[in-house]
């Protein structure tokens, strides 16, 4: 299969270094990650096969190998540049370039599956056709981790971005054979801050290209850090925070023990 190695849309030409720098330097994306992992609990440290859908330059995929315990981890991403600046990060992962809707690995290749703001760039007529492609390549019982944009109420700018709400994200996966197992938002004080600030997630442009700058000075980089914590540790314990400008969600493909065993609705 040859796909070619492509920019996202409308976005400048150091976009994925852009990336890569703050992956390494910015907190928002530690506490994205620090959410991620009690979210996975016991799955971070199962000995699976994990694949990153849309891993972008890899700083996830650095962050699960480092942290946890997995016996392989492949990546993919629509752009050719970001694969190249992943393979500097995680040289001993198999990256490919991809789309969600032709990933190029065998049926039930991973015990999980992961992918972070892809989602909502997938244009509208590849949704379920991107999502029925992660259950494929999932176990019968793995489960998949989605973070998207996220907002009390759907928005969409173009076929090719959206902010998702809790109950679409619920429809979008349960069309797909999935089962929710826990639907929260997180980001969430930074993100009334935001919203009170007038500032709202847009797709990304030339000039807005969407991706966190570091804070200025190291007490603004600390409170955030201090507030993504204390969401983490929310979330660790079962609860659930009712806005931000991330949603995450953590699924089952139905059918499977995974999702017969959950106790309790999701939230």
């Given amino acids: 299969m040859s796909v070619p190695a492509e920019m996202a849309p409308g ?14 330097e910015h907190a928002w994306y530690w506490g994205m990650w620090a959410i991620s992992a009690v ?10 096969r994990v694949l990153d859908a849309g891993c972008g330059t890899g700083g996830y995929l650095r962050f699960l190998l480092d942290r946890g315990q997995f016996s392989s981890a492949a990546g993919t991403d629509l752009a050719g540049t970001a694969i190249e600046l992943a393979r500097e990060r995680v040289p001993e992962v198999d990256l490919r370039v991809a789309p969600l809707r032709e990933l190029p690995f065998p049926d039930a290749s991973f015990e999980l599956v992961v992918s972070n703001d892809v989602l909502q760039h997938v244009p509208d007529t590849e949704v379920l056709e991107s999502l029925l492609e992660l259950r494929r390549v999932l176990v019968p019982d793995g489960a998949i981790l989605l973070r998207t944009n996220g907002s009390l109420r759907f ?3 173009r076929d090719d971005w959206r902010v998702y709400d809790g109950t679409t994200l619920r429809r979008e996966l349960e069309n797909a054979g999935f089962v929710v197992e826990r639907l929260t938002f997180a980001n969430t004080v930074l993100s009334v801050l935001g919203a009170v600030r007038g500032r709202v997630p847009h797709p990304p442009t030339e000039e807005h290209h969407g991706v966190p700058t570091r804070p200025s000075g190291t007490v603004v980089s600390a409170i955030c850090r201090i507030l993504l914590a204390a969401e983490a540790r929310w979330i660790g314990r079962g609860g659930g925070l009712p806005y931000g400008h991330t949603l995450f969600a953590l699924a089952a493909p139905r059918g499977s023990g995974a999702a ?3 106790a309790n609705p999701a939230r």
């Fill in 11 to 24: 976005v400048p030409d150091d976009y994925y270094s852009r990336i890569y720098d703050a992956e390494r």
């Fill in 39 to 48: 979210l996975l609990g016991e799955r971070m440290g199962a000995g699976a």
């Fill in 155 to 157: 928005r969409q700018e």
């Fill in 260 to 262: 017969q065993g959950l």
